[in-house]
């Protein structure tokens, strides 16, 4: 497999337009204490692990957000433009909670 685990989804966010599933939120890090959004385009289902196509690196630089229910649209933008100009997307995988590894 190409990939490698860059942690769990936690929760799942919806376009602050069309109100539709459009981010992913991950904990990762020591202890799961670093939480980052990525988009769902482009994301795939592998067994029971989710496949995004973005590096880690790219992950953990992203805009940190403060999350309660959705993406507002002036985060929705940043991450949109972090997410859109990160070089060097392979796929990465994230474990679902569930999911063995």
Sequence with gaps: ???????????????PVTRRPA?????SGFFG?????VPLLGASLLG??????HTRHTI?????????VMVDPD?????IEHYTRSPGSTDR?????????
């Design 1 to 15: 497999m190409r990939g490698e685990l860059v942690g769990v989804v936690v929760d799942v966010y919806d376009d």
């Design 23 to 27: 981010w992913l939120s991950i904990s």
């Design 33 to 37: 204490t670093r939480i980052a959004v």
């Design 48 to 53: 029971d692990d989710v496949v995004i196509p």
């Design 60 to 68: 953990t630089t992203a805009p940190h957000v403060d999350v309660m």
């Design 75 to 79: 985060q929705h933008h940043a991450l």
């Design 93 to 101: 995988r994230i474990h679902t909670p569930g999911s063995r590894t």
